[in-house]
């Protein structure tokens, strides 16, 4: 049985305070990745209701730097799914809660591999793109794939 992309897709907001950012008032961009694997990781529970890990995280850019007291609006949801994987697209923007003014930020692709509670790779439902875009991002996601596998053996390989 497949699962549409609605079905798992989460919005979340959080304000960035003191202890978030570095001495010149920027949001640490550990921080950033933290908050980002967390919404992603909802995303994959709400889709494979199982337990799951980070495997990889692709294409990670800071495009413009957070500032302390603004708001930090992420978007996560599914764009490609293999047997036991989900490639979630993490979309990330800031608000200056003064102006109004919003900024994008950074966009990744985090993939997370599905587990069974041996700890081997698990069959989970397959997405359902459902209109042009969602469809467009799955076939994107399909490439992504068999890059990260292969760049995925070379790394295995390259450490035998
Ligand atoms: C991710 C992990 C479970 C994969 O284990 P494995 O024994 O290599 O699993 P398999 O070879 O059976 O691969 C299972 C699937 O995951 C994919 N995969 C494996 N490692 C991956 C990785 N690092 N990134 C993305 N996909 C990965 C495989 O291509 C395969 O896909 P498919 O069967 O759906 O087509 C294992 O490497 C691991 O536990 N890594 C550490 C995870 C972790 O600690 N993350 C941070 C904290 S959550």
Do not use: C
């Not at 399909?142 to 995925?152: F, N």
């Amino acid at each position: 049985m497949g699962k549409k992309v609605s079905e798992s897709e989460v919005h979340s907001e959080i304000i960035v305070l003191p202890g978030d950012t570095n001495m010149f008032g920027d949001l640490y961009g550990g921080r950033l990745v933290e908050w980002m694997d967390n919404i992603g990781s909802i995303t994959a529970f709400k889709h494979s209701r199982m337990k799951v890990v980070t495997g990889s995280i692709d294409n990670l850019f800071f495009l413009s730097p957070i500032k302390l007291g603004y708001i930090v609006h992420l978007h996560s949801f599914v764009t490609f799914t293999t047997r036991s994987t989900m490639e979630i697209e993490i979309d990330v923007s800031s608000e200056n809660v003064t102006t109004g003014t919003t900024n994008v930020t950074t966009r990744a692709f985090f993939t997370y591999v599905a587990l069974d509670e041996n700890g081997h790779a698990v069959e989970i439902p397959q997405l359902i793109p459902e209109n042009d875009a969602e469809k467009a991002k799955f076939n994107e996601g399909k490439l992504r794939s068999e890059h990260r596998l292969q760049l995925l053996n070379d790394i295995k390989n390259g450490l035998k």
